[in-house]
């Protein structure tokens, strides 16, 4: 998972370089829509699969089991890592939908833009109809 969610946030770099160079927003919101969804599945794998943060129910009954998935857990350092996961994995999904409100916002612009020159056109054609 650390380096699937490594290369999320590479691919999440490469995104905003490409849109600070070009100084436009990406046309294939497609591609930014599947990678974001990407980075949510992944999210929800993390949780659902690893239960990091919660100790299963067997422990409940042993003691010495309790210690022993305690002592595991801490060695391997699952809270900070699962923490640094969740970190990336939130500001990947921040980034992306800022992305993606920038161009649902730029889309809206052109529509606004069209609405704007039709009622000129109409406007104009009733005047010439008028004369």
Do not use: G
Not at 67 to 84: A, Q
Request: net charge negative.
């Amino acid at each position: 998972y650390e380096q699937h969610v490594e290369n999320l946030l590479e691919l999440s770099n490469t995104h905003l370089v490409q849109i600070r160079k070009r100084w436009r927003l990406p046309t294939a919101t497609q591609k930014l829509t599947n990678f974001l969804v990407e980075c949510m599945i992944t999210k929800q794998q993390i949780i659902t699969n690893l239960f990091v943060l919660d100790s299963p129910d067997e422990l409940w009954e042993n003691p010495e089991l309790d210690i022993i998935y305690k002592d595991l857990k801490k060695m391997m350092e699952i809270s900070s890592r699962f923490k640094s996961l969740d970190y990336k994995l939130k500001l990947i999904q921040e980034n992306l939908s800022i992305i993606v409100e920038l161009s649902s916002t730029r889309s809206n612009l052109w529509l606004e833009f069209i609405i704007v020159v039709l009622i000129v056109v109409e406007l104009f054609l009733a005047l010439v109809r008028h004369t």
